[in-house]
Structure formats: C-alpha cells, structure tokens
C-alpha cells in the first residue's frame, strides 16, 4: 500500500526567509506524480506544484521548488522569500500515474510565517 | 476561473438523521471525488466517480454512505444515518477527463463542515 508521511506537524520561518518542508513516501508503483497542496485557514486545498516520478528535472513554480529524490523516495518542498500568505497547512500528496486514482495525502505541515 | 462549489458550508444534524452534501463541479468535467478530513487529521479518500457509477471506494464508505449525480450538474454525497465519528470536513474535487494524458488536476471545493450531535 501507498503511504505519505510528513514527519514535521509544525514549522516556522520568518518572513523573506526560505524554508523546507520534508516528505517521503513509499511505493512500488514506478510511474506516479506526487504534489504539494496549501490549504488556509479558508480550508479550500490549493495545489501549490506537481512531480511526474519520470521527470529527474525537479518542478519549480516562481518561489516554489522541489527537491525529488526518487531513489530515497523523498519530496521535498522549498519555499523561498516567505511571504504572510504562504501561512497555512502543507500537505504533500501522491497518486499512482496513469489513471483518474484518488489522492494519497500525507498528515500535514502547519507553516507559520513570522514577520 | 470555474471553480468547484459545495453547499452547505456548514451542517449540523442529530446523530442518526440523514444528510446530503452536495457538490456543483466544473462544468466540463467528468471525475468526481469526496474527501474528508476529521478535524486535525489528514484528508482521506472517500469515493471518486465516473460516468455514472462508483470508480473506486475506501474502507471508509461503508453502506451508510452513497454518491450520486441526479441532474447534469450536482454531484452528492448521502450519509444515511450519521454518527459521531461522521463529524468531518467534506472536500468535493473534480478533474477533466483527457486520454492524452495521464495527469489530470483534481480541483477541490471549499468543503462541507459536517457537525454530529
């Protein structure tokens, strides 16, 4: 069976700072995507970035970055220039590749930004 | 931006009284899932559906449990005699269906706070 696991339930950063969220996952599948959701304190789940498990080139949108180590089957999440808003629940996620599969989320990071 | 939409935001019933959480998903497209997340706890998978019946379940959706779409636009989730242990928050999320792709974006909507009494 799949599993996620966040072993971090709360960090903080100070505002303009950069901070790593840790993931690792377990898996025998070999095609699959993993990703990182947001959610505020608004609970809408906001998808934050994606990895497809055949891309080596790690994923990056604007201040966001991952660090995809598939062999140590490890996703983690960079945030850099921490911003008030980047303030919420992170939960990294996974899915099995070709197929409309359902989500496999991991417990949750709770990020803390200090100004 | 279309957007996935849920109603109510808040419900509160009496243990052992149904209740029907209902969904509007994007309008083009064709998977449809529940999940929930117990307060605290992380978001599990309920159900995801397609074309008209039951794609994959989880342990969790027992028969006290049942999806359907009635019309062309709602997508709902039926718990016929809820529990305590029912008491969650309820994600809908949706995602198009395209064959040349493997990767399709689940879309999630605002939730549903269930509260058992």
């Known amino acids: 069976a799949q599993t996620v696991t966040q072993s971090q339930p709360e960090m903080s950063v100070q505002e303009a700072e950069t901070v790593t969220l840790s993931c690792t996952y377990d898996t025998s599948e070999s095609d699959y995507y993993l990703f990182w959701y947001k959610q505020p304190p608004s609970r809408q789940m906001i998808l934050v970035i994606r990895?497809?498990?055949?891309?080596?080139q790690n994923a990056t949108e604007n201040r966001f970055s991952v660090n995809f180590q598939k062999a140590a089957k490890s996703f983690s999440l960079k945030i850099s220039d921490s911003q008030l808003g980047d303030a919420a629940m992170y939960f990294c996620a996974y899915r099995v590749g070709g197929s409309q599969g359902n989500l496999i989320f991991g417990k949750g990071t709770k990020l803390s930004v200090k100004p | 931006e279309p957007e996935v939409t849920q109603t109510p935001s808040h419900q509160v019933t009496q243990m052992g009284q149904e209740v029907i959480l209902r969904c509007v998903p994007i309008s083009n497209h064709l998977y449809f899932y529940w999940y929930r997340q117990i307060l605290g706890q992380k978001v599990e998978f309920l159900v995801s559906f397609y074309n008209n019946e039951i794609s994959e379940k989880s342990e969790i959706f027992d028969d006290q449990f049942s999806v359907e779409r009635p019309d062309g636009s709602n997508f709902t989730l039926k718990i016929r005699s809820t529990k305590l242990e029912d008491s969650a928050m309820y994600f809908c999320?949706?995602?198009?269906?395209?064959?040349?792709?493997?990767?399709?974006?689940?879309?999630f909507g605002p939730g549903t706070r269930l509260t058992v009494l």
């Open positions: 999320a949706s995602s198009v269906h395209w064959t040349i792709s493997s990767y399709n974006e689940q879309f």
């Open positions: 990895q497809e498990a055949y891309k080596q």
